[in-house]
């Protein structure tokens, strides 16, 4: 639903950059695409003309921004579909909390120094305990690469939940993975655990896939309007 906040008419107020507004009203799990676009005309009929010469070229610079977002998938070997999913991922930990050092339980992020993580950078956390599981722990060791290729790099702390044991495959398979920082989890003293979850921007949950666990909420079609007055009229 669109609708003016203000209901005097604002086509000549003392701000114009900061009159004309519009509340958008979202049901739960719902979202929205906002375009806001800026700049100056010398009339409201020139402006108006600017932004319908805008929409039409609006299609044109999308196809090429996918086009070139498909050549560099291309060029780093991901599948547009992991990207997609990388991209989710990034998102939910770029925009996430992050806790400030000393903070969290027993010691914060001092826990993860330890295991050779400074926690200057977001910390995923995930444990495994099965084998079926190493599939999910080398898709994150690989958004690790993804993340470090656009200067934006994280941490995967990955628990093995393991015994002690000579030989044991679970432990051995996750050492061959890339992009991960092994922590044997029979080396964690007791309530170490706990710190390294307080410390971690978020915590994977190994039976949940990762498609479900950063599925996209559903967002509205966009419609592009203008403000007219009291008023608005599509584009």
């Not at 009159?19 to 958008?24: F, K, L, P």
């Not at 001092?110 to 599939?135: F, Y």
């Not at 060791?141 to 044991?168: I, T």
Request: charged fraction near 25%.
């Amino acid at each position: 639903m669109l609708q003016p906040v203000q209901e005097e008419d604002v086509s000549s107020p003392v701000m114009p950059y900061a009159a004309a507004r519009t509340r958008i009203v979202l049901e739960p799990g719902e979202g929205q695409e906002l375009f806001l676009l800026m700049g100056y005309a010398d009339s409201v009929h020139r402006a108006l003309e600017d932004c319908e010469d805008m929409e039409g070229e609006l299609g044109e610079c999308f196809a090429l921004a996918q086009a070139h977002t498909a050549g560099m998938l291309t060029m780093a070997g991901i599948e547009p579909g992991k990207a997609e999913l990388f991209e989710r991922i990034a998102a939910r930990v770029m925009f996430g909390t992050v806790p400030r050092k000393g903070e969290g339980n027993s010691g914060g992020l001092a826990a993860l120094w330890r295991w050779g993580i400074s926690g200057d950078r977001p910390v995923i956390l995930m444990k495994v305990s099965r084998v079926t599981e190493l599939r999910m722990l080398k898709v994150l060791g690989e958004f690790s690469a993804y993340m470090a290729q656009r200067l934006c790099p994280v941490d995967v702390a990955a628990v093995g939940d393991y015994p002690v044991e000579y030989r044991n495959e679970l432990r051995e398979r996750m050492e061959t993975i890339s992009g991960i920082h092994l922590i044997h989890g029979y080396e964690l003293a007791e309530g170490e655990y706990d710190s390294l979850r307080s410390a971690a921007v978020m915590e994977i949950d190994p039976g949940v896939s990762l498609n479900r666990q950063f599925s996209p909420k559903p967002i509205k079609d966009t419609e592009y309007r203008r403000y007219v007055g009291k008023t608005y009229e599509s584009l």
